[in-house]
């Protein structure tokens, strides 16, 4: 057979030694989509041309009577020495009777394992919590009370927002600190640093955090994305729940016999201002920040209404009763608001021992400021008021089904809250004459 000339195309029927210049001839015959030129040299290597001329190295061979046929690269980017090794390197994997293809995809699968597994362990808590505010619940409810949900965003909240009341800006809440580590990293020990650090800006708040955070471990660890690198138990560990403070509930409250004792105690004190405070909180049930933000603005002495900041909503609206009407126009009007100081906050921030001074003259122990919150509640009960518009008065959210509740307009509170203002005043034997002027509180008797 003649030997074919250097200018033309390659016996596609015959195999050839590849060289650079036979892969430059090679062509794709007319009518046809590619086309195969074999190696002489590396048995199963081959170049393979399309139609539109792109050419690259390819391997071919057969499996258990099945042709396995693998591309090999661009014959750009790959030597003929090149193909012709990793040629016969298939050709040594097939010989041991593996499908290069299946090996192939096995190294797929094996490397995104591992690009998901380094991606999960990345996954950080800041990226998982709002998933679980949105999408987290307690058990047997639809979805979040709005005050949880609400705490919750305050417990991770970064902070630096101008406060709503007082000077100066907020502080990142208990949470925020943990949204930075790996979901993967939350451990006991983490958790421990963390709640050590917490505690000492206060026990009961880190605590109360804490069981927030037990909560979205529970979530995350019952969803199948997150359970392998979720520690469910993180948070219940020995050397934490060991540092827990107590949870028992106070129950602190003036008895009815202490109530002489105690309003005569307040009402001796230096601090004018910190008295009517502290009888204030007694009158209206009211908590401690509640009253203390509380601004003459909002104090309407006119149709006697007081509207103060509320917890659950932002204010909430109270009736102003007769004597304590009385006692507030006797304060002087030294700023906004109504509880004065001369402190950077300008209001009364923390009146403890004034109320410590009252309770040492009334020879009581253990009662707290916010014990007149629980003293409110349960002498409005003994002075007959019903429990839905104690509940309102006090900022509370009761429950549907008591008493029929509806919440009542201003009018339809007054006579309640005069009601247990009376029993209260009758308590501490005071009598006072309601016609007086504003401002110039008149005591007819003490007894």
């Given at each position: 057979m003649a030997r074919p000339k250097k200018s033309e195309a390659p016996d596609l029927a015959e195999r050839v030694n590849l060289t650079v210049g036979a892969i430059e001839r090679l062509t794709c015959p007319p009518g046809k989509q590619q086309a195969f030129m074999r190696d002489s040299e590396a048995p199963g290597l081959r170049v393979r041309v399309t139609a539109a001329g792109a050419k690259s190295f390819v391997y071919e061979s057969k499996l258990n009577r099945q042709t396995i046929r693998r591309t090999i690269g661009d014959v750009k980017a790959?030597?003929?020495?090149q193909a012709r090794t990793e040629a016969r390197r298939l050709a040594v994997v097939l010989d041991s009777g593996q499908d290069p293809r299946e090996l192939e995809r096995q190294q797929q699968a094996a490397q995104a394992a591992a690009k998901a597994a380094a991606t999960a362990q990345a996954l950080t808590v800041g990226d998982v919590w709002p998933l679980y505010l949105e999408n987290g619940k307690p058990k047997r409810r639809d979805a979040w009370k709005p005050r949880y949900r609400a705490d919750l965003e305050a417990m991770a909240a970064?902070?630096?927002?101008?406060?709503?009341?007082g000077q100066g800006v907020t502080r990142p809440g208990p949470l925020y600190p943990l949204l930075a580590l790996p979901l993967a990293a939350v451990n006991e020990d983490t958790l421990k640093i963390w709640y050590d650090r917490e505690a000492v800006a206060g026990k009961h708040q880190a605590a109360r955090a804490l069981m927030m955070f037990r909560g979205f471990l529970r979530w995350c660890a019952a969803r199948p994305e997150y359970r392998n690198l979720t520690d469910r138990d993180a948070g219940k560990a020995a050397a934490i729940v060991e540092s827990l403070p107590s949870n028992t509930r106070r129950t602190d409250a003036l008895e009815a016999a202490q109530v002489p004792g105690w309003w005569a105690g307040v009402e001796q004190l230096s601090n004018c201002t910190a008295s009517v405070y502290l009888r204030a909180l007694l009158l209206t049930g009211a908590r401690r920040e509640e009253l203390a933000a509380l601004t003459w603005a909002n104090v309407d002495f006119q149709w006697r209404k007081?509207?103060?900041?509320?917890?659950?909503?932002?204010?909430?609206?109270?009736?102003l009763t007769p004597y304590l009407a009385q006692l507030l126009a006797t304060l002087p009007r030294l700023g906004p608001f109504v509880f004065a100081s001369t402190g950077k906050a300008g209001r009364i921030t923390d009146a403890r021992a004034s109320h410590a001074k009252a309770l040492q003259s009334a020879a009581i122990d253990g009662l707290t400021i916010h014990g007149l919150r629980r003293s409110f509640s349960l002498l409005g009960e003994a002075a007959?008021?019903?429990?839905?518009?104690?509940?309102?008065?006090?900022?509370?959210?009761?429950?549907a089904t008591a008493e029929g509740y509806r919440p009542r307009s201003i009018d339809a509170l007054r006579p309640f809250l005069e009601q247990i203002e009376a029993h209260i005043l009758a308590l501490a034997g005071v009598r006072f004459d309601a016609q007086a002027e504003l401002g110039k509180l008149r005591v007819v008797a003490t007894t």
């Open positions: 790959w030597s003929i020495e970064p902070g630096g927002e101008k406060k709503k009341r007081l509207t103060i900041a509320d917890k659950v909503e932002s204010t909430r609206t109270i009736p007959g008021a019903p429990a839905g518009a104690i509940a309102q008065v006090m900022g509370h959210k009761p429950s």
